[in-house]
Each structure stands twice: as C-alpha cells, then as structure tokens.
C-alpha cells in the first residue's frame, strides 16, 4: 500500500532513499518498540488530517527516531499516501518548535514538548489547500488510534459527505479520550469527546462514545454519540458509527457519521425517513391523531403532547398505548430473513432509544416491555436486548430500563426522553444457528397497552462482523 515516489539522479540512490522512507513511515513495524521513547520527543506521533473544505481525509503517522530526519506520511482514505521530510534536524530530549515538514503535496509547521507531549502542527497546506492536522504522541501507557471518516447531512445545501475523523488515545478498553475533527463551510473545527459503558462479545469490545462539550462553530455547536466497536484479540479494527446534532441557529441540522474501515457490514439500516423501507410490522401502522399509536412519524400526526429529543432528520417509529385501537398484544417490527454477507461469529443491532417524559414518574407497569429478538430459523426467537420497567414500590409506572439478567425488570441503562444509543448482540454459531442457515430475522416485540406507555426508535443498525 506505501508507494512512495522519489526524485533522484541514479536508480541507486531511488532504491536507497525508497528503503530509508519505508524503514520510517511503517507504522505498524513489529520490531519497533513504543516504549523506549515514552518520554522523550522522539516516537511516533498519530494523528488525523482534513482539507477545509472536507474533500480529502487521512490519516497521519509522524516518525521521529533519528535527528538528521523525521518523516511523516498521510495515508487517505482512499488507499493512496503523501510523504513529508522534516527541513531542520530534531535535537533528541530538546522541545521541537515549529519544525518545517515538506513534501510534494504538504507542508506544514511541527512542535511538541521535550517529552512528547502538547504537541501541534499548525500553517498546514496541501495541494495550495487550507488543511489541518491534529497529533499525539502514541506510547506503550496510551496508544493513538486514529481513524478517518465522514458525516451525512440529508438536509444540507450540500448534502455529500464530508469530514468527521476521530483520533482515539488510549489502548481501547475501558474510558478513553476522544478528538473530533470536522469540515463545515469552508473550514475545519475541532472538539473532545470519550467513551464509556464498554462490554465483550466474543473477538470484540463496544462502548458508548460522545462528544464532552461539543465542537464549537462560530454561535452554534455540533453535538454527537454514537458506538464504537473494537477487535480485541483475532481481529484488528476499529469502527465508530453514530449521529449528530448542530444547534444554535435558526437551521437547526442533524445527522449520521461513521468511520472508513469498518469491524461489520451493514446487514440493513432502517432511518424511518421515506418510504423505502427495509422492515414490516405485524399490524399496519395506524394512529388515533392522540395517544394511541404505532407508526412511523415526523410527531405531526400524533399528540403534540409528545416530545422526545434529539431526533435524526425529521422522522422516527413510535408505539404508544398500542391495543387503544384494538391492535392485539404483543404487535411486532420486523427484519425479516436478512442475507448473512461474511458468516462471521458476531452480529450486533444498534439503535436510538426514547420515550415521552411523564415529569415526576414514568409509566412502565410489570407487564409493559420492548424486546429486541434474533431468529435463524423465524421459528425458534431468542432475546436479544430487553426493555423493562425498573422494580419500584409499585407494579406500576416505573422506569424502562435495559434489563441486564433476564429477571423481568429493568436494572441497566435508562431509557429517558432524549433518544440514545442501545446495542445488543448476538452470535452465529452451531448452538444458535444449528442449521447453518444463511439469513437472520431481527424483530422488536411491543407489550405497551396503556396510555404514556411508550417508546421511540430512530437509525437501527444490523451489522454482522467481516
């Protein structure tokens, strides 16, 4: 993948500076050891790259080990790489201020602490373009990540993807710290985030990310979440997926992200927006214009009592009080027999999760719950991710929460009124698909039969792992 094209007078001298550049771009050399330059300004600097206007995105690996040269190398997402030589020497152990990087496409300007730390790249130009580039240092204690990828806005003047890249540090469990890098308009913003609430399943780890304050743009502000999934021991990737949100001005705009190099392929996405739908419901949609409803909706043609926040685009599914029209309980959206693409071992359902806030109480009684269900077969359905109301002193209007043993009551992750990331997930195997079926069904099972019993669901992912 690293073909780096070099000038020279003779076919030797090619082959030898051809041989140097790969010795120190190769970011994932076994033999190198990140911990001998911890604390030290030399090592290996990860970070992310943007054009203003978010045509180009890449990634970026700056490798500093000798003094005479540093080289740093953008490897885009569209497999092709640029090459930048460092113009001055780099004194080991000293601060490095302000370093001219150079290349046939790039330059740019270097700095970082004596010990690795607080380090920059500012005057970034690439092909006579304004760009940015965002760096840490990557260490034994808290590798880099970075990953490139881009944000859909169906509502934009310009609806074509554009640059939402993240920069991760940390070694991918437990917290972890997060850099956003996004275009809009003409330039690029930046902005913090983390992860948190990660599990295991299988070869795999996944977490909830999201911005910590937002990405500031000018009096408005980009607010995102989402999920992310890692490889953690057979399999290496990373992949974040997940929505936006910009407020503060009179457009108001949302939307969804996700990074280049995916860890699953999406098996069906289902966003609720237009008629082209991937999924079918046990009894046709239908709303009493008030309380009783179980449709797809942009809120219009429901009780304008009924707020949840945080919508993607304009349009979500919505059940309330689902037998007031005479529908019988349970009622179900369905995904039926989906193509298996990799026959991979895991599989995961992500979702947006709401429901109407009731003020001082919610309504969930014992017998209300929405039950997330996968089958190989359409016949034998197992539980996948369980909505319960808590236990509380009463049978009656609790909270809905993720029920995380199978008890019947919701103990987990609440459900509030502001939509929010879910995920369950599941494995393809000889136990659960003991007929070695090619297709899986998702369906969402709905046992709510009174009024301000509820739930809203907006963008579900089925993502099987490669």
Known sequence: MKKLLILSLSALFMAACSQDEQELTTPNDTAFDLKIFDDTNFGVYEGIFSTAKGDARATVTIKIIQEDVAMATLYFNDGTTTVARSKAPIVKGEAIDLVAFGGNDISFLFSADADGSNSSVTDVVYKKEAADIITAKSTSRVPVTSLTGSYVCVDCANPSPRTFNVMISGDGTGDQTYTAQASFRGNTYNGNGAQDGCATAGNFDYCNVGDTGGISLGAGTINWNGTVIYGNSLVDCTQLIGQWYFTGSANDKTGTFSTDNPCASVLAFEDFEDDTLTYTTSVAEFTDGGGDFFLRTDGNDISGAYVVDNIVNNSFFAAMDIDGEGASLPVYLEFTDLTLASGAEQLFVELLLAEDDDGSNQDWDDSDNVIIQYSFDNTT??????????????????????????????????????????????????????????TVSIRIQFQLNSGDEDIAIDNIYILEAL
Not at 382 to 411: H, K, Q, W, Y
Request: a negative charge.
């Open 381 to 438: 359905w197992n539980d996948l991710l369980n909505i319960e109301g808590e236990s509380g002193g009463s049978a009656f209007n609790n909270t809905p929460r993720v029920d995380t043993n199978g008890d019947g009551f919701g103990d987990g992750k609440e459900v509030t009124n502001v939509f929010d990331n879910f995920v369950g997930t599941f494995q393809n195997n000889g136990t659960t698909n003991p007929t070695a079926s090619g």
